[in-house]
């Protein structure tokens, strides 16, 4: 496990930026794992910039997102299918038939996931997933519990999620209650991973994450595990961090 420490914000997307470009410009047909919330968008803005200045594509990249609320359509402006468009997709050369998020609204949720997991395997695997970390230590929508979850399957949002996704929405009420996710499995089997956060409030969960034990009540623990995960943080974030 690698740790890479920015002194703030923009470092840190800077440094993640460069991370997932070094994979696209290795393999111009990869496939990238792609996470929402508010910690990679500024990385999302280096990669459109870089894109607009010619030093990277997507022409031939195709892309997976984490997971996505149910019963919200891709226009709702807080789903995650509107939240990539807006932060990437719709700003980058990317073939948008190529760009998958899970349906939140699908009849069929168990087929629906059964087939997100076959996209991907069909598309090659995933070279390198985009993760976040919730408070609670989530990735993807996996909140803590007993297990890690295998593959892409729906879950009941914890209140804690409920509560800090709630300062997106007009009311806390709003906040879907349920949402689709890749699983730990999923997320284990992308063939790199880098790891986003910043701030002081992430600064306990980055420490139990990844100098704790692994347990699936830290289910972000299970990267300690993955041959190659790469975790950048901003200097507050890596404040509670003993790696020396
Ligand atoms: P955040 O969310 O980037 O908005 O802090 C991270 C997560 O919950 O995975």
Do not use: W
Not at 19 to 27: G, L, Q
Not at 158 to 175: G, M, Q
Not at 192 to 221: C, H, M, Q, W, Y
Request: proline residues 4%; contains cysteine.
């Amino acid at each position: 496990m690698e740790f890479i420490i920015a002194s703030d914000y923009d470092g840190m997307s800077r440094k993640a930026a460069d991370v997932v470009e070094s994979v696209m410009k290795d393999a111009p047909e990869c496939v990238l794992g792609l996470a929402t919330g508010s910690t990679p968008i500024g990385m999302y803005g280096c990669l459109v910039e870089d894109t607009a200045k010619g030093d990277v594509s997507f022409a031939n990249v195709s892309t997976f997102n984490l997971d996505e609320y149910c019963g919200l359509t891709g226009d709702h402006d807080q789903s995650y299918r509107y939240f990539m468009d807006q932060n990437l997709f719709d700003s980058v050369d990317v073939d948008k038939a190529k760009t998958h998020v899970p349906n939140g609204c699908a009849a069929d949720v168990d087929q629906m996931c059964e087939e997100y997991e076959q996209a991907i395997e069909d598309a090659g695997g995933i070279d390198i997933q985009v993760l976040g970390i919730g408070h609670n230590g989530h990735i993807g929508f996996n909140e803590p519990c007993d297990h890690f979850p295998v593959i892409t399957h729906e879950v009941d949002l914890t209140e804690s999620t409920i509560n800090a996704n709630s300062r997106l929405f007009d009311d806390i009420s709003e906040v879907p209650r349920k949402a689709v996710t890749m699983g730990i499995g999923t997320i284990m089997k992308a063939r790199k991973v880098v790891v986003l956060a910043n701030g002081e409030g992430k600064a306990d969960i980055i420490s139990r994450a990844f100098t704790g034990p692994v347990v699936p009540e830290v289910p972000a623990s299970v990267l300690q595990l993955h041959p190659d995960v790469t975790v950048v943080l901003d200097a507050e974030a890596a404040s509670k961090l003993d790696i020396a």
